[in-house]
């Protein structure tokens, strides 16, 4: 069982319905982020929380909207995506520059 | 240019023997930090190694080893006696710096296949 979890696992919604990933650590790491993983492309850092603080905005589309309300919690929250959306999405935590601890991932597909 | 470059999109072993999955890297900072990453069909990454810029020892983990060559500026990953449960997808990255998180670029990855 992974210390860093992601709900839902699946998700597919249309270009205009608003959902949100769950991201939830139960490891006392300080830094979360989120990841997105698309077929044949590197992980493309999208942002970074430490300490509850955003520190790191990868010049993410605002359809992309993160919250982070406590160190142990991260949110990405959707709307109006488009189709090239679709990819994995990764979060993972750290307690300093050392390794990252990523979930399992929230696949997601807009139609 | 690339940060992290993997050049080998498949490579395929077999089982017990040994693999070498090869990760080039590009930075002008000092201080940086090597990492090696598992990503099984499930989706989960699953860290495997770190090398610190600064460590003179090339890191080991088990099976895995890392070969840390500065000058040439390239951290391979050694898998040894390789396993049926080691077909994945394996990413080099880098974390650039200090800040008190990791930023990691990761490269495209490696698809390794292990036959019995």
């Known amino acids: 069982e992974t210390g860093v979890t992601q709900t839902p696992r699946h998700l597919v919604m249309g270009m205009t319905n608003k959902k949100s990933l769950k991201c939830e650590q139960h490891l006392g790491h300080n830094a979360m982020y989120w990841y997105k993983q698309s077929a044949k492309k590197p992980l493309e850092l999208m942002f970074v929380y430490n300490f509850k603080e955003q520190t790191e905005n990868n010049s993410v589309p605002s359809r992309f909207s993160p919250e982070c309300p406590n160190s142990s919690h991260l949110f990405l929250h959707l709307h109006t995506l488009q189709p090239e959306d679709s990819a994995l999405y990764l979060c993972?935590?750290?307690?300093?520059?050392?390794?990252?601890?990523f979930g399992e991932g929230s696949r997601l597909t807009v139609l | 240019a690339q940060k992290i470059t993997q050049t080998q999109p498949g490579m395929f072993v077999q089982e017990k023997e040994a693999v070498t999955l090869d990760c080039t890297y590009d930075?002008?900072?000092?201080?940086?930090?090597l990492f090696w990453y598992k990503q099984p069909s499930s989706g989960e990454m699953i860290f495997l190694i770190y090398?610190?810029?600064?460590?003179?020892q090339n890191a080991t983990e088990g099976r895995y080893s890392l070969n840390f060559q500065k000058a040439r500026k390239s951290a391979n990953l050694v898998i040894s006696a390789s396993q049926l449960g080691d077909s994945a997808m394996y990413f080099c990255a880098m974390r650039e710096g200090y800040s008190g998180y990791s930023t990691l670029t990761f490269g495209k990855g490696t698809m390794l296949l292990v036959s019995p």
């Open positions: 090398q610190g810029s600064y460590d003179e």
């Open positions: 993972a935590s750290s307690p300093s520059s050392r390794e990252l601890f």
């Open positions: 930075t002008s900072d000092q201080s940086y930090g």
